[in-house]
């Protein structure tokens, strides 16, 4: 049963074992496994990977491969045996399993890892985060990947992390990454005051190490820069850094916090 075209993890999860009593047995027959050709090659492979996922995502839908396997389980003439279980099928666990959606990061990853490609996430994540790399996804397929749907408080500070290591020739931000950032405090400021204190946390521990935006168009550590709440900068003559925020950010309510 075993051969080049599964791989033998899948045969070892936990949904292949059945404990009807006090005997667990693991099943060692199956029916109704499906996979792909090729699927195995796209393992860490984004550019097959693409090629792979896009044809058949635009030629089919995923009825086929997500419809369950039959395991069959411990003693002759007994339920496990002859009449089975429903069992994850072999595609639903690869994808969930292995790297294998390509990402406009050009990385491949499993698929709770992925973002799904909206309009809105692709502009604010760019090639930074893990956004799948593909075509418009119809509901079924949506709903067979089950990619991410909105950014985290991590996938924001990451965001920021991956952008100020991303400068120009003369060290300061690329262009197209200014409303980026400013797209991130904006998202940041409405979600700080429902922080928990593990987000807190999580905050603190970045910003000992993370770099903003200042108004000089570079990147500064965080512990160093200041925001001058009820006035202009300009009057302490460059003695401080001071953080790069839009109007509409600076107006924002929960700035101080």
Do not use: H
Request: aromatic share 14%.
């Amino acid at each position: 049963m075993i051969n080049a075209d599964f791989k033998c993890e899948y045969f070892a999860t936990n949904d292949k074992k059945f404990t009807p009593l006090q005997t667990t047995f693991t099943a060692d027959c199956f029916s109704d496994i499906i996979t792909l050709n090729y699927i195995q090659l796209t393992e860490n492979s984004p550019k097959f990977a693409f090629k792979f996922w896009s044809d058949y995502i635009e030629n089919y839908s995923p009825d086929i491969i997500k419809a369950p396997a039959i395991a069959y389980w411990g003693y002759a003439n007994r339920p496990g045996r002859t009449n089975g279980d429903r069992v994850e099928n072999f595609v639903p666990w690869f994808v969930k399993n292995i790297r294998c959606i390509p990402t406009l990061s050009e990385k491949c990853e499993t698929a709770s890892s992925v973002l799904l490609n909206t309009e809105e996430i692709k502009a604010i994540s760019g090639k930074y985060l893990p956004v799948f790399n593909g075509p418009e996804l119809s509901p079924d397929w949506k709903s067979f990947f089950n990619f991410r749907t909105s950014l985290e408080l991590a996938d924001y500070l990451d965001l920021l992390s991956k952008i100020s290591l991303d400068i120009n020739d003369k060290g300061s931000i690329k262009i197209d990454n200014c409303k980026k950032i400013q797209t991130i405090y904006y998202a940041l400021l409405g979600q700080c005051a429902n922080w928990s204190t593990d987000d807190i946390i999580k905050v603190e521990e970045w910003a000992s190490t993370g770099f903003l935006l200042n108004t000089k168009q570079q990147f500064t550590e965080c512990n160093t820069l200041k925001y001058f709440l009820d006035g202009n900068e300009v009057i302490f003559q460059d003695q401080y850094c001071f953080l790069m925020l839009s109007a509409e950010n600076k107006k924002n309510s929960n700035l101080e916090k």
